[in-house]
C-alpha cells in the first residue's frame, strides 16, 4: 500500500510539473515495473514494464514493432505544428481522467513535447497494468533533431 501511496504522488507530482512547466522533460533515465519499483538500465526492455527511448532507439522499435499505436498526448494546437506519421492524439488529461481507450494487446508509445507529459502517462497506465509502454525521451523535439519524419500542418 505504501509503495502505491509513493507511485500515485509520484504521477500526481508529474502532472503537475508538465502541466505549470508546458512539458518538462522526463526524469534521468530509468525503467518503472507495473509494481512501481524503478531501476536503472537499458533503455528497450520487453514485459510488462514502462521504459523511455531514444529517438533512433523508438525508430527502430518501430520498423521492428509496426502494430506499435503512437499516442501523441500533447494538445491539438501542438500537432498541428508537427507530428510524427501516423500518431494519434490523445491528450494527457483524457488519459488521467480514463476517458481514453487505449488498446492493450499492442505496444504504445507515448510522445509529447520534450518528454515530460508523455512520461507522466506512462507511469499512470504503468499503474493501470498496460503490458508494454514505450516514452519517447526528448519527445517530438528529440525525434526532429535526429531528423526523423514528421508531418506539418492541420492533418
Known sequence: MDRL??????ILSL???AYFTGCSEEPASQTVSNDGTET???????GPEFASLLAVEAQAFLAKE????IVDVRTEAEREQLRIPGSVAVPLNDILRGAAELPKDK???LVC???GR???AGLY?????????YNLRGGISAWQKAGLPLEYGKK
Open 40 to 46: 536503472q538500465g537499458e533503455s528497450v526492455i520487453a
Open 66 to 69: 509496426p502494430n506499435t499505436l
Open 107 to 109: 505496444p504504445l508509445l
Open 15 to 17: 502532472v503537475f510539473l
Open 125 to 133: 497506465l504503468a499503474q493501470k497494468k498496460y503490458p508494454r509502454i
Open 5 to 10: 501511496r509513493r507511485l500515485a504522488g509520484l
Open 113 to 115: 513535447a520534450v518528454g
Open 118 to 120: 508523455s512520461y507522466a
